[in-house]
Structures are given as structure tokens and as C-alpha cells.
T-cell receptor, first 108, second 111 residues
Framework: GEDVEQSLFLSVREGDSSVINCTYT??????LYWYKQEPGAGLQLLTY?????DMKQDQRLTVLLNKKDKHLSLRIADTQTGDSAIYFC????????FGRGTSLIVHP | DVKVTQSSRYLVKRTGEKVFLECVQD?????MFWYRQDPGLGLRLIYF???????EKGDIPEGYSVSREKKERFSLILESASTNQTSMYLC??????????FGPGTRLLVL
């Protein structure tokens, strides 16, 4: 089955860019996802990338996919305190497998 | 917009009690899922269902059962709650093309 790995914590200063990284093992994943979880809430789909794409941009969010290295990243430009949350990477061929989540802490 | 609702945001139960967690989705999705989320462990799949009355075990089904009598509703049952089932429980639904939509979660405390 799929194995998804991501670092557990990231701390950035407000206004800087944040980059959250993820590696996965299943090269047959059709889509790869980023979910955001704010404190006390469920997971919210943030963005996704189709496996035949290299990059997807959506306002402040940029997703980069390196299929050769099985590496996915999420870049948040001009990070704000409201971006503080846990970010989950997920991928898989039928039922997504989730990483353990990266806690993004944004400080002034 | 897809809406997935869960019956309770917070629940406190005693060891040995039978606990029902309800999840309802309003988008006619075929697939529904129950996960538990624990700090440092991420999301772990308990059970999922791909059709009414159909269910499949996930990675950690022990101590849990599920019921899907109607397409829009998926229930998670703790037959005899134990303290190690204290957790955040998340329900999700999907059309089968992988993108999952999550409910707000139920935080369960078993005393």
C-alpha cells in the first residue's frame, strides 16, 4: 500500500513563504492532495494535483510534483497567521493514504 | 457544496458503554469512511463503505463496527467503549474518484 511521509512541524514568520514537503511511495496515485485542518475542525480540501502535472498554482498556493523522486510540496506565499493549521498530504489509487500531518506555526 | 455532518462535536462516555457516532452526507456519494485521528499518528482508517449495506475493514477495525442502512448515513459503533478509544473521529465521503470530503469531527472522551 501507499506510504506517505511528511515532517511534523514547520515554523515561519508572518509574510515569509512556507514550504511543506511530502514523499510518497505509490507511483500509481492518480491524484495527490493537500488538506488543511484548523484547530478543532475536520479536514478541508485545500488543493490537489493530477499525477500527470508538474505544478499547480492557486492564488497563494503552489503545488509542485516531482514524479521521479515521488516528492510533493505545498508552497504558501506571504504566510499569514490564519494559515496556522495542520497540513496533510494524501495520495493513493483508490482510498487515499494520509501523511501524519505537518503543524504550521506562523509567528509575528 | 458537499456537506458532511456528524451528530456530535464532543462526547463523553464511560468505559463499557455502547457508543454511536453518526455521519450524514448530502451529495449522494457512494463511499463513506470513518477515521480516527491521534496526535503524531495522523489519520487511520477504521472502516469504509462503498454502497448501502456494504462495509470493508480498514487498518484498525478492532473494537468497532459500522452500519450503512441508507446511502447518506454511515454509523460507527463502539460496542464497549474503552479508554484507548478516546480520540477524534472523522467521517468522510467521496464519489469513488478519490477526493474525500470531511465532516467537522467528533471528539470522544472515554472515562
Amino acid at each position: 500500500g501507499e506510504d506517505v511521509e511528511q515532517s511534523l512541524f514547520l515554523s515561519v514568520r508572518e509574510g515569509d513563504s512556507s514550504v511543506i514537503n511530502c514523499t510518497y511511495t505509490d507511483s500509481s496515485s492518480t491524484y495527490l492532495y493537500w488538506y488543511k485542518q484548523e484547530p478543532g475542525a475536520g479536514l478541508q480540501l485545500l488543493t490537489y494535483i493530477f499525477s500527470n502535472m508538474d505544478m499547480k498554482q492557486d492564488q497563494r498556493l503552489t503545488v509542485l510534483l516531482n514524479k521521479k523522486d515521488k516528492h510533493l510540496s505545498l508552497r504558501i506565499a506571504d504566510t499569514q497567521t490564519g494559515d496556522s493549521a495542520i497540513y496533510f498530504c494524501a495520495g493513493g489509487s483508490y482510498i487515499p493514504t494520509f501523511g501524519r500531518g505537518t503543524s504550521l506555526i506562523v509567528h509575528p | 457544496d458537499v456537506k458532511v455532518t456528524q451528530s456530535s462535536r464532543y462526547l463523553v462516555k464511560r468505559t463499557g458503554e455502547k457508543v454511536f457516532l453518526e455521519c450524514v452526507q448530502d451529495m449522494d456519494h457512494e463511499n463513506m469512511f470513518w477515521y480516527r485521528q491521534d496526535p503524531g499518528l495522523g489519520l487511520r482508517l477504521i472502516y469504509f463503505s462503498y454502497d448501502v449495506k456494504m462495509k470493508e475493514k480498514g487498518d484498525i477495525p478492532e473494537g468497532y463496527s459500522v452500519s450503512r442502512e441508507k446511502k447518506e448515513r454511515f454509523s460507527l459503533i463502539l460496542e464497549s467503549a474503552s479508554t484507548n478509544q478516546t480520540s477524534m473521529y472523522l467521517c468522510a465521503s467521496s464519489t469513488g474518484k478519490e477526493t474525500q470530503y470531511f465532516g467537522p469531527g467528533t471528539r470522544l472522551l472515554v472515562l
